[in-house]
């Protein structure tokens, strides 16, 4: 099939601000996700997880929501830093038996100081 | 502790050439997955190993390989290189089944001309 770059969707917001990330995912058999963090030349670096027996968890500074129903996931950030620019990825894992993550498009951040 | 360690960062081949991939995974985890990371399509799986065998495999050409070693290192291996296999290379580490945190390295930079 045609191959077509990957448009990630972008946010920007003040420094200081909430930031809101979302994640839509196709396999309700997924049941266990994580979101990680991804700066310029760099691996992905783990932010948060969450299992899907759980709608809600946070960390420091940052949460994430998990809407079985709607298979709907968000990443939020609170009193965003210029530290936090970079890309975000929702990766999920199937569920037992699959160890392979799959992960969405990613949101580039953008904070603006 | 150490995280995830990957080597070479960087390098680079020439169309034909074969490359090997190291990944040196956190201490205790014994599970070490692979992942490809371009601009067009983004992360995909590879493969996934545990105790030295290979759990799950992406969709990639038999080009593409890799083993792990009884102190849970892994290796990948990419014979008769293509442009198209420019690309990050990532490896990822857990201790074991799913729904266990995986953390990613910072990746080998792969250039192929």
């Known amino acids: 099939g045609e191959s077509v770059g990957l448009h990630l969707p972008t946010l920007s917001v003040q420094e200081g601000d909430n930031s809101i990330i979302n994640c839509a995912y196709s396999?309700?058999?997924?049941?266990?996700f994580i979101w990680y963090k991804q700066e310029s030349g760099k691996g992905p670096q783990f932010i948060i997880d969450?299992?899907?027996?759980?709608d809600k968890r946070q960390g420091q500074r940052v949460t994430v929501l998990l809407n079985k129903t709607v298979k709907h996931l968000s990443l939020q950030i609170a009193a965003t830093q210029p530290g936090d620019s970079a890309v975000y990825f929702c990766?999920?894992?199937?569920?037992?038996?699959?160890?392979?993550?799959?992960f969405g498009k990613g949101t580039k951040l953008s904070v603006i100081p | 502790k150490a995280g995830v360690t990957q080597t070479p960062r960087y390098l680079i081949k020439t169309r034909g050439q074969q490359v090997t991939l190291s990944c040196s995974p956190i201490?205790?985890?014994?599970?070490v997955s692979w992942y490809q990371q371009t601009p067009g399509q983004g992360l995909q799986f590879l493969f996934e190993?545990?105790?030295?065998?290979?759990?799950n495999k992406g969709n990639f050409p038999g080009r593409f390989s890799g083993r792990q070693f009884s102190n849970s290192r892994s290796e990948m291996n990419v014979s008769t290189l293509e442009l198209g296999d420019s690309a990050l290379y990532l490896c990822?580490?857990?201790?074991?089944?799913?729904?266990?945190?995986?953390?990613f390295g910072e990746g080998s930079w792969l250039t192929v001309v």
């Open positions: 990822a580490s857990s201790l074991s089944s799913t729904g266990n945190t995986i953390y």
């Open positions: 396999n309700s058999a997924s049941d266990y």
């Open positions: 969450i299992r899907s027996n759980m």
């Open positions: 990766a999920g894992l199937p569920g037992a038996g699959s160890y392979q993550l799959t």
């Open positions: 201490s205790g985890h014994r599970s």
């Open positions: 190993y545990f105790s030295e065998t290979q759990r």
